[in-house]
């Protein structure tokens, strides 16, 4: 027994010893790793302007944490059509677990984290400026003695989930987008979902159709917002053409009462859709919106029309007055419900 006592106290001891020398190991691979890495980082065009970080813990034999992680760096790689970008980055909590001893790769999470993401110049239509709220937790293995090649293999893997909605891995993520129409920040949840193996990008959909309350006259139906909760990446495009079209028909209608405001809105929303989008898809948002249940039958109709000459008039390059006179003077056009045969 006394022997067994000496035993479990040495173990013990040992374990302690690990834990500490373990964490003064960790602390000097996150000191100088970085000093490594930045290096690479900068070749991929992301240049480190302030790092700083709390407690580094081991949390096992293979892994450790990071507390209060923050940084700001610049962003020198092409987004969006804009090709620089400064950001900000913080998290309550960093997790690094190595693996593969033979060929040694970093594989991370994060918890309660933010984003922050600002354009040097400005660019109105990049779908995402802010995530809040956000944990993150999946493989983004950053191969140490390859970490260029590794880092081009994340960049990659991120632009496709947000650009295409999916990727053939499994990753955790969920977080607060947040999204400006109109000078008005709208928070949006967005989180993934998982299916064989297969990672999907969603937009929380009670989230976007309370967004839509908060401005006037501006209606999704629960098929539309269903719809965009699956393309969080095109969701804000979508919306800004849809502000537009209203905005353009309510401000010609303020000036003309006889003009044909609705007809005007639908072919200005899907003529734009389209060229952005696509007919396809664009089809799919128009036809989602006319499931609203507070239209007649003849200006459902009518809408339809409307939509369809839009898709049609989308192969050419058409300005606001090129479209207001062919709304004004094409007999293709449906302008009131009464018109409906």
Known sequence: MRILKWVSITFLILVIIAYFIGGYIARYLVKHGLEYIEPELASQGIVLKHFHYGDVQ??????????????EFDLEREFYGKKSFSAEFNSGIVVVRLSNFRDPTLKFSLRDFNLYIQPNEENPN??????????????????????????????????TLFNN?????????????????????????????TNDGRTFLFFDKDDLLAAADNFENFNLSEEEALLLSQYPARTL???????????????????????????FKHIYWSYHLTRTFGPEFSMEITDAHETMPNNTPEQRKMDFHNNELGRILASESLSVDDLRRYVMNSKDVIRFPEEVQ
């Open 165 to 193: 909605n999916s990727i053939p891995d499994e990753i955790d993520f969920k977080g607060d987008a947040i999204l400006n129409l109109d000078g008005q920040d709208i928070r949006i949840r967005m989180y993934t979902e």
């Open 58 to 71: 081991m949390r096992s034999p293979n892994s450790f944490s990071i507390k209060n992680v923050d940084i």
């Open 237 to 263: 495009h979508i919306l800004k053409i849809t502000r537009d079209a209203q905005r353009i028909s309510e401000k010609e209608k303020s000036r003309n009462s006889d003009f044909p405001d609705d007809a």
């Open 126 to 159: 990049r779908p995402f400026g802010k995530f809040e709220n956000a944990s993150w937790s999946g493989e983004a293995p950053l191969r140490i003695y390859n970490a260029r090649e590794s880092g081009e293999l994340i960049l990659e893997k991120l632009n």
